[in-house]
């Protein structure tokens, strides 16, 4: 038995004292004698060989979720260079897109949203305002319903460019939110909802917006837990 548990216990003393219990009180239920020496180490062997393939089935998923992450954030840093490609030289614009998705993204893990609404977050922080170059080439204008007119497209044409693994059913809601981020009274969802609060914070800066707008903006736009405490920590102390 000393050997036996040397080589193949686990490293964790009382999970094999509890495992070898519990298998020695089932077997007390289910049997008129108690198991002997051998019946012991053979349960206990069993055990372990159900633990080992239990450890290999969570490592294999572990490993596969680990590069499934690795692969969309590659992807994610290949849309921003894709935005700031499609962007240059237009600095100012290329810096409001990063930093409304980082506003976004920390909005949307600290509000612990889905995996799949965080990508849409992101991409969205990213491609929000990608319009704005064809609005003001086609319209003379940088207006927001313009660019809302003319953003979903080209953001789908720069998701297909980089073969971002994502369903369908993402690219349209990518799009819909990007044609609809000036209009909150479209907002339908979390993914949205981030979105139209992280542009806020970074326009608030930008464009000097004074205390009494954005308090106004807070009551009327700000629902998250997490936007209404930066709002209220960079700008309403």
Do not use: W
């Amino acid at each position: 038995m000393k050997c036996f548990l040397k080589k193949n216990s686990p490293n964790n003393c009382f999970n094999l004292t509890y495992l070898l219990v519990t298998d020695f009180c089932t077997s007390l239920r289910s049997a008129k004698t108690a198991p002997n020496k051998t019946q012991v180490k053979q349960m206990l062997a069993r055990r372990c060989a159900r633990g080992r393939k239990n450890v290999i089935l969570i490592y294999s998923i572990f490993v596969n979720t680990n590069l499934k992450r690795k692969k969309m954030e590659n992807s994610i840093n290949n849309i921003i260079l894709s935005m700031i490609n499609y962007n240059s030289p237009d600095v100012k614009r290329i810096n409001h897109a990063l930093k409304v998705f980082q506003f976004s993204e920390i909005i949307a893990n600290l509000e612990e949203v889905t995996v799949n609404e965080l990508t849409v977050i992101k991409i969205c922080g990213i491609l929000h305002d990608i319009g704005i170059h064809e609005a003001e080439i086609k319209y003379k204008s940088s207006s927001g319903k313009y660019q809302e007119i003319e953003g979903p497209k080209i953001a789908e044409e720069l998701l297909v460019k980089n073969k971002i693994d994502i369903s369908n059913t993402q690219i349209e809601r990518i799009k819909f939110i990007i044609g609809n981020h000036h209009s909150y009274k479209k907002i339908d969802g979390i993914d949205f909802q981030i979105l139209v609060e992280a542009d806020f914070i970074v326009n608030i800066y930008e464009d000097n917006i004074q205390k009494r707008e954005i308090e106004n903006v807070k009551k009327n736009i700000f629902k998250t837990n997490t936007g209404k405490y930066l709002i209220d920590s960079m700008y309403l102390k």
